[in-house]
């Protein structure tokens, strides 16, 4: 087996600001895994400085991975060996993962999605679209052009968040929306008087990580307890070992494949959380189609998706799953097997 790996730029349409900062570009680290036979994975990372996590981490440790403990045929033994390269380090495992799974899925003859025994119901699943934290002015724009998308994510956690609202529903007035904190909301009675504003409009349809994910175990479940919005973790949940608190603090999650290692842990992930009682979700960085594809490989096992991370882009570098006024998609996808991904021409 052989493994390269390179750095991709990806410029945003819109600068991206959450509660935790801004962005005009996103780096991502692209992987292609190549066997002796010439059959090849495309794997990508897109880390989270979050997580303490860096283009330059996942480099470094793809720079140490000895690619002949790697197999197509055995992606489980393969990820074991990863976690002896080094501990942690899930962008960088996320990123291998899902080449191997893409080459494993080739040499079934199987999409992704049917090699983990899903399938993929088209006209089904529908992501929501993203609108980053702005100025009013910004946020009429970005609503107005999202206008063929029949589901919202909406940034909040700053001291503007109700101007921010107002300023999206002025364009799109009955639009469901889905609201995402990012951790911005620091104490428990600060987050339900947000919560409690934002459930005075009927089509809000949960409320994402609301206070940090470190917060007193005690506070969460308080929080829940209270909250006529249903709380789904994101910086909260990060591998199916996290189930248990989640299913005490909140009543979902937000799995994505550069928190639980790659699709294999997505999988896992997901999985677990269904077998509690927790609402689902798959989410998202600023990606490329080839980790976009890969989640959307997971969505039978969601209520909610949010894999919007290469339509927020203007240069992505990769053909695959589309979303076509929001509605996921692998019909016109040019490959039949793997992420059904391949370089856009």
């Given at each position: 087996m052989k493994l390269n790996h390179w750095l991709k730029d990806l410029h945003l349409t819109h600068t991206w600001t959450i509660a935790r900062g801004s962005s005009n570009v996103c780096k991502v680290n692209l992987v292609q895994l190549t066997?002796?036979?010439?059959?090849?994975?495309?794997?990508?990372?897109?880390?989270?400085?979050?997580?303490?996590?860096?283009?330059?981490?996942?480099?470094?440790?793809?720079?140490?991975?000895?690619?002949?403990?790697?197999?197509?045929?055995?992606?489980?033994?393969?990820?074991?060996?990863?976690?002896?390269?080094?501990?942690?380090?899930?962008?960088?495992?996320?990123?291998?993962?899902?080449?191997?799974?893409?080459?494993?899925?080739?040499?079934?003859?199987?999409?992704?999605?049917?090699?983990?025994?899903?399938?993929?119901?088209?006209?089904?699943?529908?992501?929501?679209?993203?609108?980053?934290?702005?100025?009013?002015?910004?946020?009429?724009?970005?609503?107005?052009?999202?206008?063929?998308?029949?589901?919202?994510?909406?940034?909040?956690?700053?001291?503007?968040?109700?101007?921010?609202?107002?300023?999206?529903?002025?364009?799109?007035?009955?639009?469901?929306?889905?609201?995402?904190?990012?951790?911005?909301w620091k104490t428990k009675e600060e987050a339900l008087e947000r919560i409690e504003w934002l459930a005075r409009d009927p089509h809000i349809q949960y409320i994402e990580q609301p206070m940090p994910a470190g917060s007193d175990p005690k506070d969460l479940v308080w929080l829940k307890a209270r909250s006529p919005l249903p709380i789904l973790a994101d910086e909260g949940y990060h591998t199916a070992k996290d189930v248990a608190h989640c299913a005490e603090c909140y009543h979902g999650v937000n799995v994505k494949l550069v928190k639980t290692g790659g699709v294999s842990g997505g999988f896992e992930a997901l999985s677990a959380a269904r077998k509690a009682g927790l609402k689902t979700m798959i989410g998202c960085m600023i990606e490329t189609s080839v980790l976009i594809s890969a989640a959307a490989s997971l969505a039978e096992l969601c209520d909610f998706l949010d894999v919007d991370g290469n339509i927020l882009i203007t240069d992505d570098p990769y053909v695959g799953v589309t979303a076509e006024k929001g509605i996921l998609s692998f019909a016109s996808a040019p490959e039949k097997t793997g992420l059904r991904v391949c370089e856009r021409k």
């Open positions: 066997d002796a036979n010439g059959v090849t994975g495309l794997g990508e990372s897109s880390p989270i400085t979050r997580y303490h996590e860096s283009v330059e981490t996942v480099a470094a440790f793809l720079d140490k991975v000895d690619a002949s403990k790697l197999s197509f045929a055995d992606v489980p033994g393969s990820m074991k060996y990863l976690d002896t390269v080094a501990p942690d380090n899930m962008a960088a495992k996320c990123a291998v993962n899902i080449a191997l799974v893409d080459g494993a899925a080739r040499l079934a003859k199987k999409p992704v999605y049917d090699f983990f025994g899903l399938g993929f119901r088209e006209q089904h699943h529908v992501t929501s679209f993203s609108i980053g934290i702005a100025a009013p002015d910004e946020i009429r724009k970005k609503v107005a052009e999202a206008e063929r998308f029949p589901i919202l994510k909406l940034k909040v956690g700053v001291p503007g968040d109700k101007e921010i609202m107002a300023a999206l529903r002025e364009v799109a007035p009955t639009k469901t929306v889905r609201v995402d904190a990012n951790e911005g």
